[in-house]
Structures are given as structure tokens and as C-alpha cells.
């Protein structure tokens, strides 16, 4: 081998290391124990407070959560920062459940994983503001009542008859959501997120997403496509709102 093969091979290849992405369950459970440790809280007041919201949560299960064993649906994701700021005496938000910089994985063995950054956007319902290389000033935005934005999609969730579906769906369907879902949701006269849950519930995704991957299956003509799966979500709709608790 000459002197330059000897230099080039002796060069080891560079670039950005890859950031293994970390599971939903296991970033809320990071940061619940964190919130809680950091207010002094013990499992047993997070605990008492959920008692007070009418949910039957117990030690073992929370514990089971902050250890990243246990999965929540998503009502107990939604109720789960109303729980804690009762039990630790200051507003928690979901955003603060989703703290992190890892990418984070909502499918099976790490694969379709979004940024933190962007399912917090995806709470929030806002952007976060990124640094520019000019200083700009920029008059800060209304505060936005988080905790009560998602103790309202909890109660529209539970409405329907929908709490049951897993948040990971639900969180993908959310981000994949279009226009579809509010046309529905509108023509049925329910909030979207219903809809949103629903599409969850059934395929794992959303009605968007679900409408897509037919077309490109070659399941028939966009029409054909559109009407079969607005007769099986109005379905679904149809009958866990049949089942549902009465408030």
C-alpha cells in the first residue's frame, strides 16, 4: 500500500453522531419524575390529587408510569398535568411533559420519530420562536392556557366515548391531521379532535394519512377511497359516542 493509500485509510469518516430517538412513554416519565422530585412531592400526593379529579389512579400503576412501564391512553395524558399541578401547587402544562431535545419515537423499534420540539408545537398549537442573526424585538405573545386547552380536548375525547385509544396514535394522528378531519368534523357536527381520535382508534394514524396510503396501495379512485373511509370513521364515531359515559 503506498504512503497516501496508508494516509487516506488511516482517516477515520466524520460526521453529526445519531441521536437515538427515545420512546413517548419513557420522555413523560423522565419528566414526571423529575416535576415531582423537584416539588417535593411523593407518588402518594399526586396520587390523592388525581382522587380529587375523580380518576382512580393508584401508587403502584404511577409508580409503573415514572419508571417508563407503564403506557398512558390518552386521557390519562391529558389529565395527567391537571393532576400534577393540583398535587405540586404550580401550573404544569403537557409541554412540560414533552421537555426534551431527543427525537422522540411514537412507532416500533424507534421507527417514525418527530422531533420534541415539534410535538410540543403540536400541543402549544404555536410554533416555538427560533433566534434570528438580527436582533428583533417582538412583542411576546398572549399567555395560552395549555393545561385548559388539553382539559378541553380530554373532555371532547371522553365525550366520545374515545378515551381508550393509545396516545401514541393518537399523538401521530394529531401531527398528521389535514383538512379532511375538520370537513368531517364539521359535516358531524363535533370538535375535530374526536375525529382525530376516532381515525386513531381504527388505523393507527390519521383519517389524511389512512386516505394517502390507500390511494397509493391502489385502492381505487379518490372518490371511492374518501367515501369508504368517511362510512368507517362515522362509524367508529357513531358507536363509541353509543358508549359513552354520560357527564
Known sequence: MSEASETVAAVPSVGPPQTPAVALRALVAQNLRLLREQAGAALDDVVRASWGDGFDWTTGWLGGVER?????????????????????GRRITLADLLAGEEPV?????????VPARYLRDVVTGEPVR??????????????????ARAAEKLREIRRGGLADVDIRALTRAEAGAGEAENRLARRLGIAPIRVIAAAASLW????????????????????VVARRLTTELTTRIEEAARRARPE
Do not use: K, Y
Open 130 to 147: 427560533q433566534p434570528f442573526a438580527t436582533a428583533v424585538v417582538v412583542a411576546p405573545p398572549p399567555e395560552i392556557d395549555v393545561a
Open 105 to 113: 419515537s411514537l412507532g416500533v423499534d424507534g421507527r417514525g420519530s
Open 68 to 88: 417508563g412501564t407503564r403506557s398512558l391512553t390518552a386521557e390519562q395524558l391529558l389529565a395527567l398535568p391537571v393532576v400534577l399541578s393540583a398535587a405540586l
Open 204 to 223: 393507527g394514524r390519521s383519517l389524511t394519512e389512512e386516505r394517502d396510503a390507500r390511494l397509493a396501495d391502489g385502492g381505487g379512485p379518490a372518490t
